[in-house]
């Protein structure tokens, strides 16, 4: 049997960040390069919730992998450490090793105390982050984290991060596809009825073990991605309740396919922007969109303008 | 010594509050398998309708309390029975049903009362002195209220019809069914008892505490800790387990101060759910 | 006839459990289904109460049609069910379970029946603030048969009363049965143990892969029954 790599949703999905690269030709608006950054960083760590969703597991672990990954970079950068690949390598297998053994415990036990495990997992994340200060500079985080650096080009302007940024989407989202279509029979059989799938002899903990890792290690990523951008690496970043934003990405998104968490994050991250600086009331069109996707529009936006192409054509 | 004694007394009445929102949680979550992220948007919601009693009717506060419990009971009652009722058994999609609310109800509140913190201030002030130690009036008030409604609760669930259908329906819905009890009618109403406690500690702890929109976040994580640590669905569980962290909570702010506690007891609990998923008590309990 | 099944069909997914059986449960008498492990019993018992949806047919219970009905307003209209297994209320006590039975029936009539269920299960008295779950398979089986009565049924759905109790629980949990139908309640139980079982039963049914392989009076069914049972 040939196992197919890639299938049209994760190239289109490919495609539609990789649009990120032509954006500079056209504007250098400072505000949307900044829209652009944040809808990036948000599609990594949305898909690091899809990974989980895909079997049925709503994570909010999101933000202490991301605080992991952002951390060991910025760590690494005071010691003069900033080469591209090391970096990207290191932010997505550092918070992937953590997830290793926590995974192989936690994943053995049913959904609802995953989801539970999850959130506690964020909450200690934050409290640790506070309670360490000589490795993380506690409250005051790391500042002044110096530049990437890809083949010897200091990754230093505005419009070299956001390609940077654009490029880590990419290999986050190609990574989550390969990983989402290569198993994609084991996890759509978990999601259907995991009692039965572990009765046809399929081992589901090690498949939802393999999923918690590699989301762990994309949730590295896009806090790579968050702190690349700040230069700056710092407790409000990873803050436990923004794993509700990226939870919203997805569930509003379309759980159906990779696109979801793309076309999700990008959609909200463009709304939230128009709430200009009041921002914090964009968690109340969350939460009516969450609400109308749970009852009334299972596919979230995906999967609704997959019906409608069907119905059109 | 008197710094032990008095930080024993907050503790317990701190145990108290979380009991009455641990209560709530670990009922529903019991009954109807939902795990209920909105709990800290009750407590919120309890917390400003007392205050907005208060402030613009002019009510007297413990009048202004009675009408947060029915207003939060009300909105759970509605909640449950024309949303959450249809995909009950689904817990991922009650799951992040009841996180919709929370996000509308927290910014439902920020858009009507602002984002800074409300003047409300509990109405009975002063101190006991029992010689050395010192009890601030407000803290006895809500510990004793806090109690009469534990009792309440256990009265209405041990002692009466509907808290036997309720515990039937916990135990085993299947069979609690195929007895004649409709969980279309009980559902509702043991997520309005939940909801309606979570709106009572909000009235009468907020005015202590702070009232603003965001107070609800380190509620819920409190109710989660609490109920994990109690063994999620008992609620014997949970009452042991609100006073366990209400007291790790006020001696390490005491001896310790900062989050050490905090993370302590998170600890435990991330060990304590992978190893010993029921809880301290160990009792078997719903499978989650 | 207080219960009649008519060509009744059950679905399991793609596996049919019961394929268009009929029976006559006539008011006062005590109707056994007998028949191995997945004849279709339990799916019977279950279609009855509601618990599985009837692909097919009708549940004629005093005239009203059963499947017609949600599952939990079915045990309102006079019908009391032991689910195979007992499964009674672990958590809940002795007495909380019985009277759990009788939910929304009024303080006076839960009361009357509480007294009298501890008049025919001493073992009510003496175990009363105990929950349900600590106790053994025979006590479970008395508390469920107990809940099962507490509000009165006209009609009595055992099923599998005897499952894994040790030979003197046999005897008390029949014992008990016969005392149910000296008044007068009409009784439809399953039974894998046909030998102990046929000793209560008026008449009965024999079932076979989801069919009806004899049926009529005892001794009518005897035979067949005790071949059965040693297949």
């Given at each position: 049997?040939r196992?197919?790599?890639?299938?049209?949703?994760?190239?289109?999905?490919?495609?539609?960040?990789?649009?990120?690269?032509?954006?500079?030709v056209?504007?250098?608006?400072?505000?949307?390069?900044?829209?652009?950054?944040q809808?990036?960083?948000?599609?990594?760590?949305?898909?690091?919730?899809?990974?989980?969703?895909?079997?049925?597991?709503l994570s909010?672990?999101?933000p202490?992998?991301m605080?992991?990954?952002?951390?060991t970079?910025?760590?690494?950068?005071?010691?003069?450490?900033?080469?591209?690949?090391?970096?990207?390598?290191?932010?997505f297998?550092?918070?992937?090793l953590?997830?290793?053994p926590?995974g192989?415990?936690v994943?053995?036990?049913?959904?609802?105390?995953?989801?539970?495990?999850?959130?506690?997992?964020?909450?200690?994340?934050q409290?640790?982050?506070?309670?360490?200060?000589?490795?993380t500079?506690?409250?005051?985080?790391?500042?002044?984290?110096a530049?990437?650096?890809l083949?010897?080009?200091?990754?230093?302007t505005?419009?070299?991060?956001?390609e940077?940024?654009?490029?880590?989407?990419m290999v986050?989202?190609?990574?989550?596809?390969?990983?989402?279509?290569?198993?994609?029979?084991?996890?759509?059989?978990?999601?259907e009825?995991?009692?039965?799938?572990?009765?046809?002899?399929l081992?589901?903990?090690?498949?939802?073990?393999?999923?918690?890792?590699v989301?762990?290690?994309?949730?590295?990523?896009a806090?790579?991605?968050?702190?690349?951008?700040?230069?700056?690496?710092?407790?409000?970043?990873?803050?436990s309740s923004?794993?509700?934003d990226?939870?919203?990405?997805?569930i509003?998104g379309?759980?159906?396919?990779?696109?979801g968490?793309?076309?999700?994050?990008g959609?909200l991250?463009?709304a939230t922007?128009?709430?200009?600086?009041?921002?914090?009331?964009?968690?109340?069109?969350?939460?009516?969109l969450?609400?109308?996707?749970?009852?009334a529009?299972?596919g979230?936006i995906?999967?609704?303008?997959?019906?409608?192409?069907?119905?059109?054509? | 010594?008197d710094?032990?004694?008095?930080?024993?007394?907050?503790?317990?009445s701190?145990?108290?509050?979380?009991?009455?929102?641990?209560?709530?949680f670990?009922?529903i979550?019991?009954?109807?398998g939902?795990?209920?992220?909105?709990?800290?948007?009750?407590?919120m919601?309890g917390?400003?309708?007392?205050?907005?009693?208060?402030?613009?009717?002019?009510?007297?506060?413990?009048?202004?309390?009675?009408?947060?419990?029915?207003?939060t009971?009300?909105?759970?009652?509605?909640?449950?029975?024309?949303?959450?009722?249809?995909?009950?058994?689904?817990?991922?999609?009650?799951?992040?049903?009841?996180?919709?609310?929370?996000?509308?109800?927290?910014?439902?509140?920020?858009?009507?009362?602002?984002?800074?913190?409300m003047?409300?201030?509990?109405?009975?002030?002063?101190?006991?002195?029992?010689?050395?130690i010192?009890?601030?009036?407000?803290?006895?008030?809500?510990?004793?209220?806090?109690?009469?409604?534990?009792?309440a609760l256990?009265?209405?669930?041990?002692?009466?019809?509907?808290g036997?259908?309720?515990?039937a329906?916990?135990?085993?819905?299947?069979?609690a069914?195929?007895?004649?009890?409709?969980?279309?009618?009980?559902f509702?109403?043991?997520?309005?008892?939940?909801?309606?406690?979570a709106?009572?500690t909000?009235?009468?702890?907020?005015?202590?505490?702070?009232l603003?929109?965001?107070?609800?976040?380190?509620?819920?994580?409190t109710?989660?800790?609490?109920?994990?640590?109690g063994?999620?669905?008992?609620?014997?569980?949970?009452?042991?387990?609100?006073?366990?962290v209400?007291?790790?909570?006020a001696?390490?702010?005491?001896?310790?101060?900062?989050?050490?506690?905090?993370?302590?007891?998170f600890v435990?609990?991330?060990?304590?759910l992978?190893?010993?998923?029921?809880?301290?008590?160990?009792?078997?309990?719903?499978?989650? | 006839?207080?219960?009649?099944?008519?060509?009744?069909w059950?679905?399991?997914?793609?596996?049919?459990?019961?394929s268009g059986?009929?029976?006559?449960v006539?008011?006062g008498?005590?109707?056994l289904?007998?028949?191995?492990?997945?004849?279709?019993?339990?799916s019977?018992?279950?279609?009855?109460?509601?618990?599985v949806?009837a692909?097919?047919?009708?549940?004629?219970f005093?005239?009203?049609?059963?499947?017609?009905?949600?599952?939990?307003?079915r045990?309102?209209?006079?019908?009391?069910?032991?689910?195979?297994?007992?499964?009674?209320?672990?958590?809940?006590?002795?007495?909380?379970?019985?009277?759990?039975?009788?939910?929304?029936?009024g303080?006076?009539?839960?009361t009357?029946?509480?007294?009298?269920?501890?008049s025919?299960?001493?073992?009510?008295?003496?175990?009363?603030k105990?929950?349900?779950?600590?106790l053994?398979?025979?006590?479970?089986?008395?508390?469920a048969?107990?809940?099962?009565?507490?509000?009165?049924?006209?009609?009595?759905?055992l099923?599998?009363?005897?499952?894994?109790l040790?030979?003197?629980?046999?005897?008390?949990?029949?014992d008990?049965?016969?005392?149910l139908?000296?008044?007068?309640?009409?009784?439809?139980m399953?039974?894998?143990?046909?030998?102990?079982?046929?000793?209560?039963?008026?008449?009965?049914?024999?079932?076979?892969g989801?069919e009806i392989?004899?049926?009529?009076?005892?001794?009518?069914i005897?035979?067949?029954?005790?071949?059965?049972?040693?297949?």
């Amino acid at each position: 049997m040939r196992i197919k790599l890639l299938g049209w949703t994760e190239v289109a999905a490919l495609l539609l960040l990789a649009c990120g690269f032509v954006v500079p030709v056209f504007t250098r608006s400072v505000l949307v390069y900044s829209v652009l950054n944040q809808a990036f960083v948000g599609v990594i760590a949305a898909e690091s919730v899809w990974i989980m969703l895909r079997m049925n597991l709503l994570s909010f672990a999101t933000p202490a992998f991301m605080a992991i990954g952002g951390y060991t970079v910025a760590i690494a950068g005071q010691y003069n450490i900033t080469d591209a690949f090391l970096m990207t390598a290191a932010a997505f297998l550092v918070p992937a090793l953590v997830a290793v053994p926590l995974g192989a415990l936690v994943l053995r036990l049913r959904g609802t105390y995953f989801v539970l495990v999850t959130f506690v997992l964020s909450q200690i994340m934050q409290l640790l982050i506070f309670e360490t200060p000589g490795l993380t500079g506690g409250s005051n985080g790391i500042s002044g984290v110096a530049a990437v650096t890809l083949f010897g080009t200091e990754m230093g302007t505005n419009r070299l991060v956001l390609e940077y940024a654009c490029g880590l989407a990419m290999v986050a989202t190609l990574i989550t596809g390969v990983l989402t279509r290569y198993f994609r029979q084991h996890f759509a059989a978990i999601e259907e009825n995991e009692i039965l799938a572990e009765s046809l002899g399929l081992v589901v903990w090690r498949y939802k073990a393999l999923g918690f890792v590699v989301a762990a290690g994309v949730a590295g990523l896009a806090g790579y991605s968050l702190v690349n951008m700040l230069l700056t690496a710092h407790p409000s970043s990873f803050d436990s309740s923004t794993a509700v934003d990226f939870i919203a990405y997805t569930i509003i998104g379309g759980r159906l396919s990779i696109l979801g968490p793309v076309l999700g994050t990008g959609a909200l991250v463009y709304a939230t922007n128009l709430f200009g600086t009041h921002g914090q009331y964009a968690q109340g069109l969350y939460g009516v969109l969450i609400l109308v996707v749970v009852l009334a529009a299972r596919g979230g936006i995906a999967g609704t303008i997959a019906a409608l192409w069907r119905r059109v054509s | 010594m008197d710094q032990f004694i008095q930080a024993a007394l907050i503790g317990i009445s701190l145990g108290a509050q979380y009991a009455l929102l641990a209560l709530g949680f670990t009922l529903i979550f019991g009954i109807l398998g939902v795990v209920n992220f909105s709990h800290g948007g009750f407590y919120m919601l309890g917390g400003y309708v007392a205050y907005s009693c208060v402030a613009f009717l002019g009510l007297p506060y413990p009048l202004a309390v009675l009408v947060a419990v029915a207003a939060t009971a009300a909105l759970g009652w509605v909640f449950e029975l024309f949303l959450l009722e249809r995909l009950v058994d689904d817990h991922l999609a009650t799951l992040m049903l009841t996180l919709g609310l929370y996000l509308v109800i927290s910014t439902g509140l920020l858009t009507v009362f602002g984002p800074l913190s409300m003047e409300f201030a509990f109405p009975a002030k002063g101190a006991l002195h029992m010689g050395p130690i010192y009890v601030p009036r407000e803290n006895l008030i809500v510990l004793a209220v806090c109690l009469a409604a534990i009792a309440a609760l256990w009265l209405v669930l041990y002692r009466t019809d509907l808290g036997r259908g309720l515990r039937a329906l916990a135990d085993d819905r299947t069979v609690a069914m195929a007895q004649g009890l409709r969980p279309k009618l009980l559902f509702p109403l043991a997520f309005a008892i939940a909801t309606g406690l979570a709106g009572l500690t909000g009235a009468l702890v907020t005015p202590i505490l702070s009232l603003s929109p965001g107070v609800g976040d380190p509620v819920l994580a409190t109710s989660f800790l609490t109920v994990i640590l109690g063994g999620l669905g008992s609620l014997e569980g949970a009452a042991l387990a609100a006073f366990v962290v209400g007291i790790v909570e006020a001696f390490s702010s005491v001896y310790f101060g900062g989050s050490i506690g905090a993370l302590v007891l998170f600890v435990l609990v991330l060990l304590l759910l992978v190893f010993r998923p029921t809880g301290l008590l160990g009792r078997t309990v719903r499978g989650a | 006839m207080l219960l009649r099944i008519e060509d009744l069909w059950v679905r399991y997914g793609g596996i049919a459990a019961l394929s268009g059986i009929s029976i006559d449960v006539p008011e006062g008498e005590t109707v056994l289904l007998v028949g191995a492990n997945g004849a279709g019993k339990s799916s019977t018992i279950n279609a009855i109460i509601g618990l599985v949806p009837a692909r097919k047919g009708r549940i004629l219970f005093q005239g009203t049609d059963l499947t017609q009905i949600p599952c939990e307003r079915r045990a309102r209209l006079g019908i009391g069910y032991s689910p195979e297994g007992r499964r009674v209320f672990p958590t809940m006590s002795v007495t909380d379970n019985v009277l759990s039975g009788a939910f929304g029936l009024g303080r006076k009539r839960q009361t009357e029946a509480l007294e009298w269920l501890r008049s025919v299960f001493p073992l009510l008295i003496d175990r009363d603030k105990q929950p349900a779950g600590q106790l053994s398979g025979g006590q479970q089986q008395v508390v469920a048969l107990a809940r099962a009565m507490a509000s009165f049924p006209k009609l009595l759905l055992l099923d599998e009363p005897f499952l894994g109790l040790a030979p003197v629980w046999i005897k008390q949990i029949g014992d008990a049965i016969l005392h149910l139908r000296a008044r007068g309640t009409t009784v439809l139980m399953t039974e894998q143990m046909a030998r102990p079982a046929l000793k209560l039963a008026t008449s009965g049914y024999v079932l076979r892969g989801g069919e009806i392989r004899r049926g009529g009076p005892v001794d009518a069914i005897r035979d067949v029954a005790l071949a059965d049972e040693y297949l």
